[in-house]
């Protein structure tokens, strides 16, 4: 989900039936990502490419777009 608009990887993670979600400020500022459209997703705590069961939670961080 790395490199992704916030938003399509919540998406796209839920298409998957993943839906224990966090999300996280990348920057340790704590801001909401109140708008995931202007965020794109930065890192994640499970490792790309790995089957998790469907209710293991997965925070993705993510930086203000253009920040």
Same mark, same amino acid.
């Not at 340790?28 to 939670?57: F, M, S, Y």
């Given at each position: 989900?790395? =490199?992704?608009?916030? #938003? %399509?990887? #919540? @998406? %796209?993670? #839920?298409?998957? !039936?993943?839906?224990?979600?966090? +999300? +996280? @400020?990348? %920057? !340790? #500022? =704590?801001?909401?990502?109140?708008?995931?459209?202007?965020? $794109? /997703? %930065?890192?994640?705590?499970?490792?790309?490419?790995? +089957?998790?069961?469907?209710? /293991? +939670?997965?925070?993705?961080?993510?930086?203000? $777009? =253009?920040?």
């Amino acid at each position: 989900m790395v =490199g992704l608009v916030h #938003q %399509t990887a #919540q @998406d %796209t993670m #839920q298409a998957a !039936g993943l839906y224990r979600l966090k +999300e +996280e @400020d990348a %920057t !340790g #500022q =704590g801001r909401l990502l109140v708008v995931d459209r202007n965020w $794109t /997703t %930065t890192a994640q705590n499970v490792e790309a490419g790995k +089957e998790v069961p469907c209710d /293991t +939670e997965i925070v993705l961080a993510a930086r203000k $777009t =253009g920040e």
